[in-house]
T-cell receptor
Framework: EDQVTQSPEALRLQEGESSSLNCSYT??????LFWYRQDPGKGPEFLFT???AGEEKEKERLKATLTKKESFLHITAPKPEDSATYLC????????????FGRGTSLIVHP | GAVVSQHPSWVICKSGTSVKIECRSL??????MFWYRQFPKQSLMLMAT?????????EQGVEKDKFLINHASLTLSTLTVTSAHPEDSSFYIC??????????FGPGTRLTVT
């Protein structure tokens, strides 16, 4: 069974304090790993897709990396507006297009 | 690009009535759309997958007769909650898949059943 575990569940940072969120996964073949940002009361916003180990993608203060067992979302010098829940999802190999989502990491950045 | 809208953004209805939620892909054609339910501080729970022109595929435990899904066109899918009860109160989110693997989500609909 495909599993996605995100840690920590919650993270509080001071503005400018860099950190990383972790997404560990167990899947029978990986077609893609996705990162989303979700603000309270809104739908998830797509951030990145990673396809293979060693791949990295960046967007503003965010950088996502991928290994064969986990992905990290690095946040450099975060700002209060980066506060949100970050969701990770994996899409296994096969015919289905249904990804498995993790429970998310709730990030709060204090000014 | 890849914008998905939902309407309404919030709705309050009385127990026993039905509510329809629309999901539209605004700038792309979506052959596949998904409907999720999300409880407070929990992750997304997939309810069903709908493909244009065919019947929706429901996840185990989701009542087909209660949550009616119609994917009438490549840009529109609807979720109708029939005979709603207070336990159906939740945050419903749709998503749509483009030609790639990613899903793009709508802003969600908050349903409150009184």
């Amino acid at each position: 069974e495909d599993q996605v575990t995100q840690s920590p569940e919650a993270l509080r940072l001071q503005e400018g304090e860099s950190s990383s969120l972790n997404c560990s996964y167990t899947v029978s073949g990986l077609r893609g790993l996705f990162w989303y940002r979700q603000d309270p009361g809104k739908g998830p916003e797509f951030l990145f897709t990673l396809y293979s180990a060693g791949e990295e993608k960046e967007k503003e203060r965010l950088k996502a990396t991928l290994t064969k067992k986990e992905s990290f979302l690095h946040i450099t010098a975060p700002k209060p507006e980066d506060s949100a829940t970050y969701l990770c999802a994996v899409l296994p190999s096969g015919g289905s297009y249904i990804p498995t989502f993790g429970r998310g990491t709730s990030l709060i950045v204090h000014p | 690009g890849a914008v998905v809208s939902q309407h309404p953004s919030w709705v309050i209805c009385k127990s026993g009535t039905s509510v329809k939620i629309e999901c539209r892909s605004l700038d792309f054609q979506a052959t596949t759309m998904f409907w999720y339910r999300q409880f407070p501080k929990q992750s997304l729970m997939l309810m069903a997958t709908s493909n244009e022109g065919s019947k929706a595929t429901y996840e185990q435990g989701v009542e087909k007769d209660k949550f009616l899904i119609n994917h009438a066109s490549l840009t529109l899918s609807t979720l109708t909650v029939t005979s709603a009860h207070p336990e159906d109160s939740s945050f419903y989110i749709c998503s749509a898949k483009t030609g790639g693997y990613e899903q793009y989500f709508g802003p969600g609909t908050r349903l409150t059943v009184t």
